[in-house]
């Protein structure tokens, strides 16, 4: 004989208070470990989204990001001139030599300095990256004016549009404002190539990136540059290349999260159990009912854990509820590898809701074991003694 399922949910619902308790502790951990899941996937989203499959970067060997990476002129016209990049309609190399430097920009919360990146880019940058121009225009060729990227622009002092900044000693007007798609461009400063170079005194692209003709065409370009003399690179996919630069951060953002995670959930085992203790103990006779009855030990037993599981699915509906709202919640943190700032948003994903619930569940599984294994080896005249 099985205890029906809905003698459980009929005894967490006549409990409101009880069941309150338990299921509150429960929520809080659920949102914790949502927090986590969607801050690290939120990173790790922002960062790897902004490569592309269709793209290769070319870099310095042994450059761990553009930032200490060196590519010259002359070098980056032969990349260019590489039979594996594709063409544009009007046969130009769809390839971008660009520059990565650092500029210290106040942030406008706290009016402290932060490290952000700006990228001299050229015409083929933005056909090869999801660029679109929100507010304002581009800059025109030849002016100290430059494009900031939309979450920048909220963050940082002179990077709004009509704002002045100084980059390499030079004041620099922010004509417009740009959408990347979430990706990590989002989180830089966009102006020519050529004139920030010379506002840096230097000579040196950073990186060369190329639109491939077709995905194959990424192995024989590597084994080309990387293996001619003339050349000290490293070929990598765009994609790749991004998600490198996500992994130091993503990781340590998963285990400090999971960390407190667990501490929190310990908490919430324990207020599981005590919620399971309490209701058992007053519930003695109905179980003594049930043994009388004809249900054996191991239906006892079955029940309680399906109840305590159901607590936690409780705990879990209600804690993804505010989890979910926080995926509007924008973060901004230093990169790691590139020593600069990147803001981001909380990504919610239905992974991320699963392992919620999931992970409630358990919790609550794991604060009825012990409960119900003491409901099940309750004497049948111990337990009706008080009737």
């Not at 004509?175 to 830089?188: K, N, P, Q, R, Y």
């Not at 908490?267 to 399971?276: G, P, S």
């Not at 004497?379 to 008080?386: E, R, S, Y």
Request: proline letters at 4%; a positive charge.
């Amino acid at each position: 004989m099985r205890v029906p399922l809905s003698y459980n949910m009929k005894n967490l619902l006549a409990r409101k208070v009880t069941t309150a308790l338990g299921a509150g502790g429960i929520a809080l951990v659920v949102v914790i470990f949502m927090s986590v899941l969607m801050l690290a996937h939120g990173f790790k989203k922002t960062l790897v989204g902004t490569g592309s499959e269709e793209n290769a970067v070319v870099l310095r060997s042994g450059a761990t990001s553009e930032l200490v990476s060196s590519i010259d002129r002359e070098q980056a016209a032969i990349v260019k001139a590489r039979p594996e990049v594709s063409l544009d309609a009007t046969g130009r190399p769809l390839a971008a030599a660009e520059m990565i430097f650092i500029v210290n920009i106040l942030r406008r919360r706290d009016n402290e300095p932060s490290n952000v990146v700006v990228r001299g880019v050229g015409p083929e940058s933005m056909e090869m990256r999801p660029i679109r121009i929100t507010e304002g225009r581009m800059w025109k060729p030849g002016l100290s004016e430059a494009i900031a990227g939309k979450l920048i622009a909220e963050k940082y002092k002179g990077c709004g549009l009509g704002e002045t900044i100084t980059m390499g000693g030079r004041d620099w007007t922010v004509v417009g404002l740009f959408e990347a798609g979430g990706t990590g461009f989002e989180s830089e400063i966009w102006g020519d190539a050529d004139q920030t170079m010379a506002a840096i005194r230097r000579a040196s692209y950073s990186s060369v990136t190329v639109r491939l003709r077709e995905p194959a065409g990424l192995a024989p370009l590597k084994e080309s540059l990387e293996g001619d003399p003339r050349f000290n690179v490293q070929v990598k996919s765009e994609r790749a290349f991004y998600e490198e630069q996500s992994r130091q951060i993503s990781m340590f953002i998963y285990f400090l999260g999971l960390f407190v995670t667990v501490v929190f959930s310990i908490a919430a085992v324990l207020a599981a159990m005590l919620t399971m203790f309490a209701t058992i103990g007053s519930r003695t006779a109905e179980i003594g009912t049930l043994r009388a009855l004809g249900f054996p030990r191991r239906s006892i037993l079955t029940s309680f854990v399906v109840e305590a599981t159901l607590l936690g699915l409780v705990g879990g509906l209600i804690g993804i509820l505010p989890g979910a709202i926080l995926r509007e919640v924008s973060f901004s943190t230093t990169n790691w590898t590139s020593f600069s700032e990147v803001a981001w948003k909380l990504s919610l994903t239905p992974q991320i809701l699963l392992a919620s619930l999931l992970f409630a569940a358990f919790m609550g599984f794991a604060g009825g074991l012990v409960p119900a294994f003491r409901a099940a080896r309750l004497k049948i005249v111990d337990a009706l003694a008080g009737l």
